[in-house]
Protein backbone atom coordinates (compact mmCIF):
# COMPACT_ATOMS: atom_id res chain seq x y z
CA UNK A 1 0.00 0.00 0.00
CA UNK A 2 1.10 3.78 -0.76
CA UNK A 3 2.76 5.37 2.50
CA UNK A 4 4.21 8.88 2.13
CA UNK A 5 7.51 8.52 3.79
CA UNK A 6 9.10 11.27 2.01
CA UNK A 7 7.30 14.03 0.72
CA UNK A 8 9.04 14.93 -2.38
CA UNK A 9 8.04 11.51 -3.66
CA UNK A 10 4.41 12.50 -3.87
CA UNK A 11 2.74 15.20 -6.05
CA UNK A 12 -0.74 14.77 -4.91
CA UNK A 13 -2.06 13.99 -7.91
CA UNK A 14 -4.91 11.12 -6.84
CA UNK A 15 -4.37 8.35 -9.08
CA UNK A 16 -3.43 5.99 -5.57
CA UNK A 17 -6.77 7.60 -3.76
CA UNK A 18 -9.02 7.42 -7.41
CA UNK A 19 -7.99 3.60 -8.10
CA UNK A 20 -8.48 1.90 -4.75
CA UNK A 21 -11.05 -0.51 -5.34
CA UNK A 22 -12.08 -0.22 -1.17
CA UNK A 23 -11.87 3.32 -1.07
CA UNK A 24 -10.10 3.31 1.45
CA UNK A 25 -7.17 6.23 0.97
CA UNK A 26 -8.35 9.67 1.75
CA UNK A 27 -6.66 12.72 0.76
CA UNK A 28 -5.71 14.81 3.83
CA UNK A 29 -4.25 18.32 4.62
CA UNK A 30 -1.14 18.62 6.27
CA UNK A 31 0.74 21.06 8.66
CA UNK A 32 1.65 22.70 5.23
CA UNK A 33 -1.54 22.46 3.38
CA UNK A 34 -0.89 20.06 1.32
CA UNK A 35 -3.00 17.08 0.70
CA UNK A 36 -1.30 13.85 0.78
CA UNK A 37 -3.27 10.20 0.57
CA UNK A 38 -3.72 8.42 3.99
CA UNK A 39 -4.81 4.65 3.71
CA UNK A 40 -7.04 3.30 6.53
CA UNK A 41 -5.30 -0.02 7.07
CA UNK A 42 -7.91 -1.45 8.65
CA UNK A 43 -10.11 -1.71 5.12
CA UNK A 44 -7.19 -2.19 3.40
CA UNK A 45 -6.65 -5.89 1.30
CA UNK A 46 -3.46 -5.06 0.48
CA UNK A 47 -3.93 -5.29 -3.34
CA UNK A 48 -1.29 -2.66 -4.51
CA UNK A 49 -2.76 -0.92 -7.11
CA UNK A 50 -2.43 2.74 -5.46
CA UNK A 51 1.41 1.48 -5.75
CA UNK A 52 1.42 0.06 -9.41
CA UNK A 53 -0.50 3.45 -10.31
CA UNK A 54 1.73 6.14 -9.03
CA UNK A 55 3.43 8.06 -11.25
CA UNK A 56 6.23 9.16 -9.20
CA UNK A 57 7.74 5.66 -9.15
CA UNK A 58 8.18 4.97 -12.71
CA UNK A 59 9.36 5.75 -15.85
CA UNK A 60 7.77 9.02 -17.78
CA UNK A 61 6.75 6.47 -21.12
CA UNK A 62 7.75 9.13 -24.14
CA UNK A 63 6.66 8.70 -28.04
CA UNK A 64 8.68 9.08 -30.77
CA UNK A 65 7.52 12.52 -32.31
CA UNK A 66 10.63 14.78 -32.87
CA UNK A 67 8.39 18.07 -30.84
CA UNK A 68 7.99 21.42 -32.06
CA UNK A 69 7.57 25.02 -30.93
CA UNK A 70 5.20 27.78 -31.80
CA UNK A 71 4.99 31.37 -30.21
CA UNK A 72 0.79 31.45 -30.40
CA UNK A 73 -1.56 34.37 -29.85
CA UNK A 74 -5.53 33.53 -29.86
CA UNK A 75 -7.25 35.92 -32.23
CA UNK A 76 -9.62 36.59 -29.91
CA UNK A 77 -8.61 39.77 -28.42
CA UNK A 78 -11.40 39.25 -25.29
CA UNK A 79 -10.14 35.69 -24.54
CA UNK A 80 -6.73 36.77 -25.06
CA UNK A 81 -6.79 39.68 -22.46
CA UNK A 82 -8.51 37.01 -19.32
CA UNK A 83 -6.21 33.94 -20.33
CA UNK A 84 -2.55 34.10 -18.67
CA UNK A 85 -0.81 34.53 -21.97
CA UNK A 86 -1.57 34.37 -25.38
CA UNK A 87 -4.60 32.26 -24.93
CA UNK A 88 -3.90 29.26 -26.82
CA UNK A 89 -5.52 26.73 -24.19
CA UNK A 90 -8.84 28.13 -24.83
CA UNK A 91 -8.15 28.07 -28.91
CA UNK A 92 -7.52 24.23 -28.18
CA UNK A 93 -10.40 23.86 -26.16
CA UNK A 94 -13.29 25.66 -27.84
CA UNK A 95 -12.29 23.38 -30.44
CA UNK A 96 -12.84 19.79 -28.23
CA UNK A 97 -16.13 21.30 -26.89
CA UNK A 98 -17.14 22.15 -30.37
CA UNK A 99 -17.18 18.72 -31.00
CA UNK A 100 -19.16 17.64 -28.45
CA UNK A 101 -16.62 17.14 -26.44
CA UNK A 102 -15.55 17.91 -22.40
CA UNK A 103 -12.94 19.23 -21.50
CA UNK A 104 -10.78 19.12 -17.73
CA UNK A 105 -8.73 21.72 -16.01
CA UNK A 106 -8.16 24.09 -12.87
CA UNK A 107 -10.97 26.21 -11.61
CA UNK A 108 -12.23 28.32 -8.56
CA UNK A 109 -15.08 27.33 -6.82
CA UNK A 110 -17.96 28.74 -5.30
CA UNK A 111 -15.76 29.81 -2.18
CA UNK A 112 -12.14 30.11 -4.14
CA UNK A 113 -10.98 27.00 -3.77
CA UNK A 114 -9.42 25.52 -6.88
CA UNK A 115 -10.31 22.13 -7.91
CA UNK A 116 -9.92 20.33 -11.25
CA UNK A 117 -13.21 20.47 -13.46
CA UNK A 118 -14.85 18.95 -16.68
CA UNK A 119 -16.70 21.52 -19.03
CA UNK A 120 -18.84 21.15 -21.96
CA UNK A 121 -19.80 23.93 -22.80
CA UNK A 122 -18.25 27.56 -23.59
CA UNK A 123 -19.71 29.44 -20.70
CA UNK A 124 -18.29 27.29 -18.10
CA UNK A 125 -14.80 26.84 -20.16
CA UNK A 126 -14.13 30.69 -18.91
CA UNK A 127 -13.86 28.90 -15.52
CA UNK A 128 -10.78 27.26 -16.66
CA UNK A 129 -9.10 30.06 -18.39
CA UNK A 130 -6.11 31.67 -16.47
CA UNK A 131 -3.61 30.44 -14.13
CA UNK A 132 -4.17 29.70 -10.63
CA UNK A 133 -1.37 29.63 -8.40
CA UNK A 134 -2.59 27.04 -6.10
CA UNK A 135 -2.91 23.20 -6.22
CA UNK A 136 -5.88 22.20 -7.82
CA UNK A 137 -7.77 19.28 -5.89
CA UNK A 138 -8.54 16.50 -8.04
CA UNK A 139 -10.55 14.11 -5.81
CA UNK A 140 -13.15 12.47 -8.09
CA UNK A 141 -11.92 14.06 -11.43
CA UNK A 142 -9.89 10.94 -12.66
CA UNK A 143 -12.97 8.67 -12.54
CA UNK A 144 -15.32 11.28 -14.41
CA UNK A 145 -12.45 11.25 -17.14
CA UNK A 146 -12.72 7.72 -17.15
CA UNK A 147 -16.41 6.82 -17.20
CA UNK A 148 -16.39 10.16 -20.52
CA UNK A 149 -13.55 8.26 -22.58
CA UNK A 150 -15.58 4.55 -21.81
CA UNK A 151 -18.54 6.77 -23.69
CA UNK A 152 -16.54 7.62 -26.31
CA UNK A 153 -16.73 11.22 -25.59
CA UNK A 154 -13.62 13.47 -26.62
CA UNK A 155 -11.90 14.26 -23.52
CA UNK A 156 -9.24 16.93 -23.37
CA UNK A 157 -7.54 16.81 -19.94
CA UNK A 158 -5.08 20.05 -19.17
CA UNK A 159 -3.13 20.55 -15.91
CA UNK A 160 0.26 20.31 -14.55
CA UNK A 161 2.55 17.32 -15.82
CA UNK A 162 2.34 15.17 -12.49
CA UNK A 163 -1.66 15.63 -13.41
CA UNK A 164 -1.12 14.53 -16.83
CA UNK A 165 1.00 11.68 -15.80
CA UNK A 166 -1.34 10.78 -12.99
CA UNK A 167 -4.53 10.45 -15.11
CA UNK A 168 -2.66 8.24 -17.66
CA UNK A 169 -1.30 6.44 -15.31
CA UNK A 170 -4.84 5.55 -13.25
CA UNK A 171 -6.14 4.82 -16.74
CA UNK A 172 -3.64 1.80 -17.63
CA UNK A 173 -4.65 2.16 -21.36
CA UNK A 174 -4.17 4.39 -24.19
CA UNK A 175 -7.47 5.81 -24.80
CA UNK A 176 -7.66 7.49 -28.77
CA UNK A 177 -10.45 9.96 -27.54
CA UNK A 178 -8.24 11.48 -24.86
CA UNK A 179 -5.97 14.49 -25.59
CA UNK A 180 -3.63 15.85 -22.87
CA UNK A 181 -2.06 18.92 -22.61
CA UNK A 182 0.53 20.03 -19.58
CA UNK A 183 1.92 23.47 -18.73
CA UNK A 184 5.15 24.39 -17.79
CA UNK A 185 5.20 25.06 -14.08
CA UNK A 186 7.29 26.58 -11.32
CA UNK A 187 5.56 24.49 -8.54
CA UNK A 188 2.27 24.55 -7.02
CA UNK A 189 1.57 26.61 -3.88
CA UNK A 190 -0.10 25.53 -1.31
CA UNK A 191 -3.97 24.97 -0.80
CA UNK A 192 -4.62 25.62 3.00
CA UNK A 193 -2.47 28.63 2.85
CA UNK A 194 -4.59 30.03 -0.23
CA UNK A 195 -7.83 29.58 2.43
CA UNK A 196 -6.35 30.86 5.01
CA UNK A 197 -5.26 33.98 3.12
CA UNK A 198 -8.69 34.74 1.59
CA UNK A 199 -10.50 33.91 5.02
CA UNK A 200 -8.00 36.70 6.43
CA UNK A 201 -8.78 39.11 3.63
CA UNK A 202 -12.11 39.42 4.00
CA UNK A 203 -12.02 40.07 7.55
CA UNK A 204 -9.50 42.35 7.10
CA UNK A 205 -11.34 44.70 4.52
CA UNK A 206 -14.91 43.32 5.95
CA UNK A 207 -15.87 42.30 2.55
CA UNK A 208 -17.11 39.04 0.49
CA UNK A 209 -14.38 38.33 -2.60
CA UNK A 210 -16.71 37.57 -6.03
CA UNK A 211 -13.50 36.73 -8.25
CA UNK A 212 -9.73 36.88 -8.01
CA UNK A 213 -7.16 36.99 -11.21
CA UNK A 214 -3.77 35.61 -10.87
CA UNK A 215 -2.85 37.01 -14.04
CA UNK A 216 -4.64 40.25 -14.70
CA UNK A 217 -3.60 42.29 -18.07
CA UNK A 218 -4.56 46.06 -16.89
CA UNK A 219 -1.17 46.75 -16.51
CA UNK A 220 -0.19 44.66 -19.72
CA UNK A 221 1.10 41.48 -19.83
CA UNK A 222 4.74 42.55 -18.72
CA UNK A 223 2.37 43.97 -15.62
CA UNK A 224 1.88 40.22 -14.21
CA UNK A 225 -0.63 41.94 -12.16
CA UNK A 226 -2.88 39.65 -9.40
CA UNK A 227 -6.68 41.27 -9.35
CA UNK A 228 -9.22 40.88 -6.19
CA UNK A 229 -12.87 42.37 -6.83
CA UNK A 230 -14.92 42.28 -4.23
CA UNK A 231 -18.94 41.78 -3.32
CA UNK A 232 -19.41 45.65 -4.58
CA UNK A 233 -17.53 45.67 -7.49
CA UNK A 234 -14.57 47.08 -6.37
CA UNK A 235 -10.76 45.92 -7.74
CA UNK A 236 -7.88 45.53 -6.25
CA UNK A 237 -4.42 45.36 -8.76
CA UNK A 238 -1.47 44.38 -7.17
CA UNK A 239 1.79 43.80 -8.59
CA UNK A 240 4.06 39.95 -7.67
CA UNK A 241 6.63 41.76 -6.25
CA UNK A 242 3.92 43.32 -2.94
CA UNK A 243 1.46 40.87 -3.17
CA UNK A 244 1.94 38.45 0.08
CA UNK A 245 0.48 34.86 -1.80
CA UNK A 246 2.32 35.72 -5.47
CA UNK A 247 5.85 37.31 -3.62
CA UNK A 248 6.10 33.75 -1.79
CA UNK A 249 5.31 31.70 -4.67
CA UNK A 250 7.67 33.84 -6.54
CA UNK A 251 10.41 33.50 -3.76
CA UNK A 252 10.47 29.50 -3.99
CA UNK A 253 8.87 29.50 -0.35
CA UNK A 254 5.22 28.24 -1.04
CA UNK A 255 5.83 25.34 -3.37
CA UNK A 256 5.18 21.82 -2.74
CA UNK A 257 7.93 19.86 -1.80
CA UNK A 258 7.63 17.20 -4.79
CA UNK A 259 8.24 20.55 -7.30
CA UNK A 260 11.72 20.58 -5.97
CA UNK A 261 12.13 17.47 -6.92
CA UNK A 262 10.15 17.31 -9.73
CA UNK A 263 10.02 13.86 -11.60
CA UNK A 264 8.50 15.22 -14.53
CA UNK A 265 10.45 17.92 -15.93
CA UNK A 266 11.56 17.50 -19.56
CA UNK A 267 11.40 19.66 -22.66
CA UNK A 268 10.15 15.92 -24.09
CA UNK A 269 6.60 15.34 -22.44
CA UNK A 270 4.06 12.49 -22.76
CA UNK A 271 1.27 14.53 -23.58
CA UNK A 272 0.08 16.02 -26.83
CA UNK A 273 0.53 19.71 -26.17
CA UNK A 274 3.09 21.97 -23.42
CA UNK A 275 2.20 25.66 -22.81
CA UNK A 276 4.11 28.34 -20.85
CA UNK A 277 4.45 31.64 -21.21
CA UNK A 278 6.03 33.08 -24.18
CA UNK A 279 7.34 37.16 -22.93
CA UNK A 280 10.32 37.08 -25.83
CA UNK A 281 7.63 38.00 -28.85
CA UNK A 282 10.17 40.98 -29.63
CA UNK A 283 12.79 37.84 -30.38
CA UNK A 284 10.23 35.71 -32.28
CA UNK A 285 8.31 38.41 -34.51
CA UNK A 286 8.29 42.10 -33.77
CA UNK A 287 5.59 42.93 -35.17
CA UNK A 288 3.42 40.54 -32.95
CA UNK A 289 5.05 42.25 -29.53
CA UNK A 290 2.09 43.96 -28.32
CA UNK A 291 2.33 43.30 -24.23
CA UNK A 292 -0.95 41.66 -24.64
CA UNK A 293 0.16 38.18 -23.95
CA UNK A 294 1.67 35.31 -26.09
CA UNK A 295 1.99 31.63 -25.27
CA UNK A 296 4.66 28.69 -26.59
CA UNK A 297 2.79 26.04 -27.22
CA UNK A 298 5.03 22.92 -28.05
CA UNK A 299 3.58 20.12 -30.10
CA UNK A 300 4.47 16.51 -28.29
CA UNK A 301 2.62 14.04 -30.67
CA UNK A 302 0.62 13.40 -33.89
CA UNK A 303 -2.64 13.84 -31.87
CA UNK A 304 -1.28 17.60 -30.86
CA UNK A 305 -0.37 18.27 -34.21
CA UNK A 306 -3.62 17.28 -35.86
CA UNK A 307 -5.29 19.23 -33.00
CA UNK A 308 -2.71 22.43 -33.63
CA UNK A 309 -3.81 22.04 -37.53
CA UNK A 310 -7.81 22.27 -36.66
CA UNK A 311 -7.81 25.55 -34.79
CA UNK A 312 -5.19 27.20 -36.83
CA UNK A 313 -7.55 29.74 -38.50
CA UNK A 314 -8.28 30.66 -34.65
CA UNK A 315 -4.64 31.87 -33.89
CA UNK A 316 -1.66 33.42 -34.93
CA UNK A 317 1.58 31.95 -34.73
CA UNK A 318 5.11 31.68 -35.68
CA UNK A 319 7.44 28.72 -35.71
CA UNK A 320 10.78 28.62 -33.99
CA UNK A 321 13.00 26.51 -32.70
CA UNK A 322 12.46 24.42 -29.75
CA UNK A 323 15.31 24.80 -28.20
CA UNK A 324 15.00 29.05 -28.81
CA UNK A 325 11.58 28.71 -27.06
CA UNK A 326 13.45 26.72 -24.21
CA UNK A 327 16.37 29.05 -23.99
CA UNK A 328 14.42 32.41 -23.91
CA UNK A 329 11.43 31.47 -21.84
CA UNK A 330 11.29 27.75 -20.62
CA UNK A 331 14.07 27.54 -18.15
CA UNK A 332 10.99 25.99 -15.58
CA UNK A 333 10.46 23.19 -18.25
CA UNK A 334 13.86 21.37 -17.36
CA UNK A 335 14.67 23.19 -14.12
CA UNK A 336 13.58 22.53 -10.40
CA UNK A 337 13.18 25.62 -8.18
CA UNK A 338 15.60 26.07 -5.41
CA UNK A 339 13.24 26.02 -2.13
CA UNK A 340 14.78 28.92 -0.32
CA UNK A 341 16.17 28.56 2.69
CA UNK A 342 13.41 30.50 4.54
CA UNK A 343 10.56 27.61 3.98
CA UNK A 344 11.14 25.87 7.14
CA UNK A 345 10.65 28.57 9.31
CA UNK A 346 7.90 30.01 7.00
CA UNK A 347 5.60 27.08 7.70
CA UNK A 348 6.67 27.02 11.16
CA UNK A 349 5.52 31.07 11.31
CA UNK A 350 2.43 29.82 9.19
CA UNK A 351 1.39 27.49 12.30
CA UNK A 352 2.27 29.55 15.25
CA UNK A 353 1.64 33.17 14.22
CA UNK A 354 -1.49 34.99 12.84
CA UNK A 355 -1.72 35.65 9.42
CA UNK A 356 -1.76 39.19 9.94
CA UNK A 357 1.76 38.84 11.36
CA UNK A 358 2.80 35.59 8.65
CA UNK A 359 2.30 39.22 5.74
CA UNK A 360 4.07 41.60 8.09
CA UNK A 361 6.88 39.12 8.53
CA UNK A 362 6.95 37.81 4.39
CA UNK A 363 5.81 40.89 2.85
CA UNK A 364 6.28 43.95 4.70
CA UNK A 365 5.50 47.24 3.40
CA UNK A 366 8.88 48.93 2.14
CA UNK A 367 9.62 52.42 0.37
CA UNK A 368 10.92 49.68 -2.48
CA UNK A 369 7.57 47.57 -2.54
CA UNK A 370 4.84 50.93 -2.44
CA UNK A 371 7.65 52.54 -4.80
CA UNK A 372 7.41 49.14 -7.70
CA UNK A 373 3.90 48.84 -7.05
CA UNK A 374 3.42 53.00 -7.78
CA UNK A 375 5.51 52.75 -10.61
CA UNK A 376 4.66 49.91 -12.61
CA UNK A 377 1.49 51.76 -14.02
CA UNK A 378 3.33 54.11 -14.96
CA UNK A 379 6.00 52.32 -16.70
CA UNK A 380 3.41 50.73 -18.47
CA UNK A 381 1.52 53.81 -19.41
CA UNK A 382 4.70 54.90 -20.94
CA UNK A 383 5.20 51.84 -23.06
CA UNK A 384 8.55 50.57 -21.25
CA UNK A 385 7.24 48.06 -18.55
CA UNK A 386 7.83 45.02 -21.26
CA UNK A 387 11.64 46.06 -21.82
CA UNK A 388 12.08 46.59 -18.09
CA UNK A 389 11.05 43.19 -17.26
CA UNK A 390 13.18 41.51 -20.19
CA UNK A 391 16.19 43.75 -18.61
CA UNK A 392 15.80 42.27 -15.47
CA UNK A 393 14.60 38.33 -16.34
C1 LIG B 1 0.51 26.51 -10.99
C2 LIG B 1 1.04 26.99 -12.32
C3 LIG B 1 2.39 27.30 -12.45
C4 LIG B 1 2.89 27.77 -13.68
N1 LIG B 1 4.23 28.07 -13.79
C5 LIG B 1 4.71 28.54 -14.98
C6 LIG B 1 6.10 28.86 -15.14
O1 LIG B 1 6.89 28.74 -14.18
N2 LIG B 1 6.54 29.31 -16.34
C7 LIG B 1 5.68 29.45 -17.40
O2 LIG B 1 6.13 29.89 -18.47
N3 LIG B 1 4.38 29.14 -17.31
C8 LIG B 1 3.86 28.69 -16.13
N4 LIG B 1 2.53 28.35 -16.01
C9 LIG B 1 1.71 28.36 -17.23
C10 LIG B 1 1.20 29.73 -17.65
O3 LIG B 1 0.83 30.48 -16.50
C11 LIG B 1 -0.04 29.62 -18.56
O4 LIG B 1 -0.99 28.77 -17.99
C12 LIG B 1 0.28 29.07 -19.91
O5 LIG B 1 1.16 29.97 -20.54
C13 LIG B 1 -0.98 28.90 -20.76
O6 LIG B 1 -1.59 30.13 -20.94
P1 LIG B 1 -2.80 30.38 -21.93
O7 LIG B 1 -2.95 31.87 -22.02
O8 LIG B 1 -2.60 29.65 -23.22
O9 LIG B 1 -4.06 29.70 -21.25
P2 LIG B 1 -4.75 30.00 -19.88
O10 LIG B 1 -6.21 30.14 -20.12
O11 LIG B 1 -4.10 31.06 -19.13
O12 LIG B 1 -4.48 28.64 -19.10
C14 LIG B 1 -5.47 27.84 -18.61
C15 LIG B 1 -4.87 26.49 -18.32
O13 LIG B 1 -4.28 26.50 -17.02
C16 LIG B 1 -4.77 25.38 -16.30
N5 LIG B 1 -4.74 25.72 -14.88
C17 LIG B 1 -5.11 26.86 -14.29
N6 LIG B 1 -4.88 26.79 -12.98
C18 LIG B 1 -4.41 25.56 -12.73
C19 LIG B 1 -3.99 24.89 -11.56
N7 LIG B 1 -4.01 25.47 -10.37
N8 LIG B 1 -3.53 23.62 -11.69
C20 LIG B 1 -3.51 23.01 -12.88
N9 LIG B 1 -3.87 23.60 -14.04
C21 LIG B 1 -4.31 24.87 -13.94
C22 LIG B 1 -6.17 25.16 -16.84
O14 LIG B 1 -6.56 23.85 -16.59
C23 LIG B 1 -5.93 25.43 -18.31
O15 LIG B 1 -5.35 24.29 -18.91
C24 LIG B 1 2.01 27.91 -14.80
C25 LIG B 1 0.65 27.61 -14.63
C26 LIG B 1 0.15 27.15 -13.41
C27 LIG B 1 -1.32 26.83 -13.29
S1 LIG C 1 -3.30 -1.75 -1.38
FE1 LIG C 1 -5.25 -1.84 -2.53
S2 LIG C 1 -6.81 -1.69 -0.96
FE2 LIG C 1 -4.93 -1.08 0.01
S3 LIG C 1 -4.91 1.11 -0.16
FE3 LIG C 1 -3.84 0.33 -1.93
S4 LIG C 1 -5.37 0.15 -3.53
FE4 LIG C 1 -6.44 0.37 -1.59
S1 LIG D 1 1.94 10.90 -6.41
FE1 LIG D 1 -0.22 10.52 -6.76
S2 LIG D 1 -0.42 8.30 -6.89
FE2 LIG D 1 1.58 8.73 -5.97
S3 LIG D 1 1.20 8.68 -3.76
FE3 LIG D 1 0.98 10.82 -4.38
S4 LIG D 1 -1.21 11.07 -4.79
FE4 LIG D 1 -0.80 8.87 -4.75
S1 LIG E 1 6.75 21.20 -10.48
FE1 LIG E 1 6.39 19.01 -10.87
S2 LIG E 1 5.44 18.26 -8.99
FE2 LIG E 1 5.25 20.48 -8.96
S3 LIG E 1 3.27 20.93 -9.86
FE3 LIG E 1 4.78 21.01 -11.53
S4 LIG E 1 4.78 18.96 -12.38
FE4 LIG E 1 3.80 18.83 -10.39
Known sequence: MIEIK??????????????????CITMEMDEEGYLYPVVDKATCINCRLCEKVCPISKEVPLNNYVPQAFAVQNKNEQIRRQSASGGAFTAFADYVIEKGGYVFGGAFDESLGVRHIGVDNKTDLAKLRCSKYVQSNLEGCFPKVKELLKKGKLVLFSGT?????????????EY????????VCRGTPSPGLWRSYIDWYKSRHRVELSLVSFRDKPF??????????????NIK?????VQFFKKVFFADINNRPSCFACHFKSVKRNSDLTLY?????????????DDKGSTWVIIQSERGKQLFEKVADKIRFCHAEVSTAIELDGDMATECPVPSPMRTQFFRDYRALSFEELVNKYSPK?????????????MHKLGVLNTIKRLIK
Open 277 to 289: DCWHMNKIDASLD
Open 6 to 23: DKRMCSGCTACHSVCPKR
Open 366 to 378: SFKSIFIGFMKPI
Open 220 to 233: GYAGSTMSIKDENG
Open 161 to 173: PCQVNGVKSYLRK
Open 237 to 241: YTTRD
Open 176 to 183: SNLITLDL
